[in-house]
């Protein structure tokens, strides 16, 4: 089992950057692809981005593509959001999610570890 803690979240204006952590502890980090997620009120859980255990390939919603850049550094079992140009439709409680597979995968379902959100708000 694996424990996930998120940070980085805050308050910024449209057009500004956060960079969001995703902290692990308990099982081998290296072994887990990493997701990150969105909830928005009233808005279901929606995938943001992903990064196989090796780092060596990324996936990210269209929303989100060429704004936001995941990476990981498995000797500090730490994965990284990096959200650029962020816009107010970007405010939504972001989660990281870890699952003990090569392949990340997009749906929220798949992931059995969660931590317990940081708040993102972009104002306009």
């Known amino acids: 089992q694996v424990q996930l803690v998120e940070s980085g979240g805050g308050l910024v204006q449209a057009g500004g950057s956060l960079r969001l952590s995703c902290a692990a502890s308990g ?4 072994w887990y692809a990493i997701g990150w997620f969105r909830q928005a009120p009233a808005k279901e859980r929606e995938f943001v981005a992903a990064i196989r255990w090796s780092g060596s390939d990324t996936y990210y919603a269209d929303s989100v593509k060429g704004r936001f850049t995941i990476s990981r550094d498995n000797a500090k ?5 990096q959200m650029n ?3 107010p439709e970007d405010t939504a409680v972001y989660y990281c999610a870890a ?3 090569v392949v990340p995968g997009t749906d929220p ?3 059995p570890y969660w931590g317990q959100g ?3 708000t972009v104002s306009s």
């Open 27 to 30: 099982r081998t980090f290296s």
């Open 118 to 120: 940081t708040q993102v």
């Open 85 to 87: 140009s962020l816009k």
């Open 109 to 111: 379902e798949m992931y």
């Open 77 to 81: 079992n730490t994965v990284t959001l």
């Open 99 to 101: 699952r003990s597979t």
